[in-house]
């Protein structure tokens, strides 16, 4: 860290796909014939007619009401977050956001809820297998659209968590018309939780421990620089909580909201590659050797270790002593160096 190509066969191909993605997006079985990129699967999907049409990104926008009639199951939603898919939708609602590299340099966010957000979720983008490995420690059900081939084979030895927006839960899932696939698939909580209902599942929130935090030093935010070249920054608020920027540039939620968080951890796991035929560059982050850590809490950055555990996340100062965290949202920021983190004072 410092400091401081046309013509007849690709009609009939594009028609192909069409049929499989319709066929797919029914509550049948997934089958091995039919499985294909996401992204392609979007892009052939997201020619139809749209239930966003009418509802656009906020359709789920009145679903807070109905979703209080029952328990409600915690779920995690993996969203998009390349340029195009900004600005996204629910974040600001959930309880957990972990951040961790994609291929092509870009990111992705492993949202997890544990109330409705009141607003539509998205868009919503294909799992991958780390992501997945996240889910099963924390018994999380998924919400996502496809995946590459190793993650959806995952997810057939676990049914009963999948949500796939592509081949198996369609009807939880809309299309925005106002964006363009393959960033332009929603979901809501009650949605989710509907699917949900329907299910045995033992899902629960995972937990943060509460409390003070200590052996810090004052900091102004941090700065995290992804191997895409994209710059995120953290900056403290006047309101106490943390201010996100991708560029230089606040960033926001769908209707203006700042994206801000209560706590950051900013954590160094290794990245190595994972080949997939679907993926060009496909990486399995090991977010299981995660080591290095900053916490930054109530103005300051601690110094330590980080784990993700079954309960939840762990966190240890530089001296081995367990630091609590905020009652409040928190974003774990997962990167590939020490490098690429600074902490600002």
Same mark, same amino acid.
């Given at each position: 860290m410092r400091q401081g190509k046309g013509g007849a066969a690709a009609r009939v191909l594009v028609l192909l796909t069409a049929l499989a993605v319709l066929a797919a997006g029914c509550a049948g079985p997934r089958s091995a014939g039919t499985v294909m990129s996401e992204a392609a699967a979007s892009e052939a999907a997201g020619q139809g007619g749209s239930e966003a049409a009418q509802g656009g990104a906020g359709a789920g926008a009145g679903s807070e009401a109905a979703s209080e009639a029952a328990p409600f199951t915690p779920f995690a939603v993996i969203i998009d977050n390349e340029r195009h898919a900004r600005p996204q939708s629910g974040l600001d609602g959930?309880?957990?956001?972990?951040?961790?590299?994609?291929?092509g340099g870009i990111t992705r966010y492993f949202a997890v809820f544990t109330k409705d957000p009141g607003t539509a979720i998205g868009p919503v983008r294909s799992a991958r297998i780390y992501f997945n490995r996240l889910a099963h420690l924390w018994k999380l059900p998924v919400a996502h659209a496809g995946g590459n081939r190793d993650a959806l084979a995952d997810w057939r030895a676990h049914?009963?968590?999948?949500?796939?927006?592509?081949?198996?839960?369609?009807?939880?899932?809309?299309?925005?018309?106002?964006?363009?696939?393959p960033h332009n698939l929603y979901t809501t909580a009650a949605k989710i939780e509907e699917v949900l209902a329907q299910r045995k599942l033992e899902a629960r929130a995972p937990a943060v421990p509460l409390g003070p935090a200590a052996g810090g030093e004052?900091?102004?935010?941090?700065?995290?620089?992804? %191997?895409?070249?994209? +710059? &995120?920054?953290?900056?403290?608020?006047?309101?106490?909580?943390?201010? $996100?920027?991708?560029?230089? /540039?606040?960033?926001?939620?769908?209707?203006?909201?700042?994206?801000?968080?209560?706590?950051?951890?900013?954590?160094?796991?290794?990245?190595?590659?994972? %080949?997939?035929?679907? +993926? &060009?560059?496909?990486?399995?982050?090991?977010?299981?050797?995660?080591? $290095?850590?900053?916490?930054? /809490?109530?103005g300051q950055a601690v110094a330590g270790t980080m784990r993700f555990t079954a309960e939840g996340v762990a966190f240890q100062d530089a001296d081995g002593r367990p630091a609590g965290l905020s009652a409040g949202s928190l974003?774990?920021?997962?990167?590939?160096?020490?490098?690429?983190?600074?902490?600002?004072?």
């Open positions: 959930a309880a957990i956001v972990v951040e961790m590299p994609a291929e049914a009963r968590y999948d949500i796939d927006g592509i081949y198996t839960n369609g009807a939880a899932f809309y299309r925005d018309s106002r964006r363009k696939a004052a900091a102004s935010g941090v700065e995290i620089r992804f %191997p895409g070249g994209e +710059t &995120v920054t953290w900056r403290a608020g006047a309101d106490g909580r943390w201010q $996100r920027e991708t560029g230089g /540039r606040a960033e926001t939620v769908e209707g203006g909201t700042p994206l801000a968080a209560d706590d950051v951890i900013v954590v160094v796991a290794p990245v190595r590659p994972d %080949p997939d035929p679907w +993926t &060009v560059g496909a990486i399995d982050v090991q977010w299981e050797k995660a080591g $290095r850590a900053w916490l930054l /809490r109530n974003w774990v920021e997962v990167v590939p160096a020490e490098d690429d983190v600074t902490i600002l004072p």
